[in-house]
């Protein structure tokens, strides 16, 4: 059954392809990775980023004027300039950030429902498990709205969603599945063990087939992102003015390649 859990991990993952990763808002391509810890607000009148831990713990921009941990900061013209650019950065990123979200969750659905139709052999049965991944998906993706989608990153939106609508129902099927490898191995019917593992072999050709272009497209959106962190970053480093401590602003970390399993941490460095 190696084949069928590996079918099960790839249609799980893709939940989070592209942007995000639990516990920050993480671009992650093989050409760049970058994140932040803070949770990002982006309203009409404002961007704010905040964290509970670490200094400083609100961060507020809005047409070239600055605020953190609620007191003003003068800027020079060029900062001013910068700031105005950094906010329309992030105004630009997160619609795209909650538009590859959403295609994320729709692929990893899409998979999870082809192992339903390949495993699911009772009507009744299978009519009940799509119904439920239809209910979990949609909610899944009301979760994205009503957070990426009205501006408003948390820092643990995505683990929410992975052990709510997404780990639900990756442990649904994997219970369906386990009975039916488990029942097939204690009848002792090797025909029956045989026609399983065939299954799980189909579903794996089935889910590359079905996903292949799709998580390519996406993998390019994400890959579209990563020049708007990049400019982030490099604004950032630009900033004239400091902090009380004499460091830059830092509302993004680049984090190396090689460093992907790592949550990206903001550290405000003097440079």
Known sequence: MRTLILSLAIATGLALVGPVQAGALH??????????????????????????????????????????????????GADASRLREYESQVRTLLPEVASIAREGVDIGFDALTTVVASFADDPTERSRLITQLNDQHKQALTKIDDGLGQGEWRQHSVEDLMENQVGDAVESLVSTVTAKAVKAALSGDQSQVAALEARADALDKTIDKQVDARADALSERAEALCPHMARLDQLQQQFEFRLKDGSRLALVDHQPEHDNEASAKTKPQTR
């Open 27 to 76: 671009v992650n391509h093989e050409q760049c990775s970058f994140g932040t810890d803070y949770d990002v607000l982006v309203k009409p009148a404002g961007i704010t980023f905040e964290r509970q831990d670490g200094t400083p713990g609100s961060v507020f921009m809005h047409d070239g004027a600055l605020r953190i941990d609620g007191r003003d900061v003068a800027v020079s």
